[in-house]
């Protein structure tokens, strides 16, 4: 199964392959569940996952290069940034983040030693050191497009400085 550490930054152009980001395994005869064609609009799905409790989280790119994020409520938020995330123990990951009306919105994605993973979708209020909303992508159903042109659009997204200086908020 993919290894979700280079799901964001190891997609090579592969002819549109589709390949999962598993927290863990599928096992023989499941299907994970696909994100619906319109879940991006006209713009093309960098990452998607299914959530636990509603809805999907995605990271949707448009034909410019530039973004949007999709929440659990269907909800869109332009101008998304792409911050690397480190922690200890060689773990670490990608959030894709925006911030509108005083609340930041973030989909994220972690793995690290012994097969930790982790994605999901996370509210924080403006100023707040804990997330006020946390859904967790349902295990082995992350999915990334395997396209270098879209990890070429995402690259050149900015970067959320306080997502990289401090990390992802305490999550419920």
């Known amino acids: 199964m993919f290894d979700a550490r ?7 152009a592969a002819g549109g392959l589709t390949v999962a ?13 696909r994100a619906p064609a319109a879940l991006c ?10 959530l636990q409790r509603q809805g999907w ?24 940034r792409h911050t690397r995330l480190s922690f200890t123990g060689g773990t670490g990951g990608y959030a ?3 911030e509108d009306g005083g609340v930041r919105r973030v989909v994220y ?11 999901g979708y996370l509210e ?15 295990p082995g159903s992350a999915e990334a497009p395997d396209d270098a042109a879209l990890l070429d ?11 990289q200086t401090r990390g992802l908020p305490e999550r419920q």
């Open 96 to 98: 894709f983040s925006t």
């Open 41 to 50: 609009g006209d713009a093309r799905i960098a990452f998607a996952c299914p």
């Open 153 to 163: 659009a995402i690259e050149r997204w900015p970067t959320d400085v306080e997502l």
């Open 57 to 80: 989280a995605a990271v949707c790119v448009a034909s410019d290069g530039s973004g949007h994020l999709v929440g659990p409520d269907g909800g869109r938020a332009a101008s998304p």
């Open 21 to 33: 980001c598993a927290a863990r395994p599928v096992t023989p005869g499941e299907q994970p569940a």
């Open 6 to 12: 280079h799901a964001f930054v190891a997609m090579a």
């Open 109 to 119: 994605s972690i793995s690290g030693a012994r097969g930790f993973e982790e994605q």
């Open 124 to 138: 924080q209020a403006a100023g707040a050191s804990r997330a006020r909303r946390h859904d967790r992508c349902q």
